[in-house]
């Protein structure tokens, strides 16, 4: 089952802009990681934050994690038309034996117009 | 490092038909994971490798799914008599030990008619 929900379902911008997407969780999690589909192809990994951490930075991207509202941001900066894809929240539970398997949002749809 | 693998990368088949997808993972990684993706949802997880031991099936995974992974190196994912609620993308994914970034494969798109 999904972990969580992601909001917005669709994003459109303008290249340059900023793009915000936010996720929802349900159970504690051991870190969140968030991953990029282009259209009909596997996920690529762009950035994991841990439990214990709040903010992460990589590039243009920047992570947020709110462990008391179980919610993380995807900040993209200065958008680029090649950012078009969908994005996905996932985690990995905190404790028990989960192997490390990911649990996924519902991903949003990011749309950037050159 | 080569990547994540994943053959055929579609496959359009009958109702009914057996159906084999196979994925290589990044050669150092011993934990491979199967995850099945419908339109517009993400990945959900099928099952997981650890070497050549199948430790986790999730009860997405009904008696018509199997997966192996002998000698701990490749992986098959067997769907028997298919149905049309199969179609979907599987997707592979591998990680090394105790790292938690997982690697994905390209996918396999399987069709059901």
Same mark, same amino acid.
């Given at each position: 089952s999904q972990q969580g929900e992601e909001d917005p379902q669709a994003l459109s911008i303008q290249e340059g802009e900023n793009a915000t997407m936010n996720c929802s969780y349900k159970t504690s999690i051991n870190n969140l990681q968030w991953y990029r589909q282009n259209s009909g192809r596997g996920l690529v990994h762009l950035i994991l934050i841990r439990s214990n951490e709040r903010e992460k930075h990589s590039g243009r991207l920047r992570v947020t994690l709110d462990t008391s509202k179980k919610s993380s941001s995807l900040l993209i900066t200065?958008?680029?038309?090649?950012?078009t894809a969908s994005y996905f929240c996932a985690t990995i539970p905190a404790g +028990?034996?989960?192997? +490390?398997k990911l649990t996924f949002g519902q991903g949003t749809i990011l749309t950037v117009h050159p | 490092d080569t990547g994540v693998s994943q053959d055929p990368r579609h496959k359009i088949t009958k109702r009914g038909q057996n159906v084999t997808f196979r994925c290589d993972p990044i050669?150092?990684?011993?934990r491979l994971y199967w995850y099945r993706q419908t339109l517009g949802q993400g990945p959900e997880f099928l099952t997981y490798f650890q070497n050549e031991a199948q430790l986790e099936k999730s009860r997405?995974?009904?008696?018509r799914f199997s997966a192996e992974r002998p000698k701990g190196s490749f992986s098959t994912l067997e769907i028997q008599?298919?149905?049309?609620?199969?179609s979907a993308m599987y997707l592979c994914a591998s990680r090394q030990g105790w790292r938690d970034t997982q690697y994905f494969g390209p996918g396999t798109r399987l069709t059901v008619l």
């Open positions: 200065a958008s680029r038309a090649a950012d +028990g034996t989960s192997y +490390g | 050669s150092e990684h011993n997405l995974l009904s008696d008599r298919t149905e049309q609620g199969d």
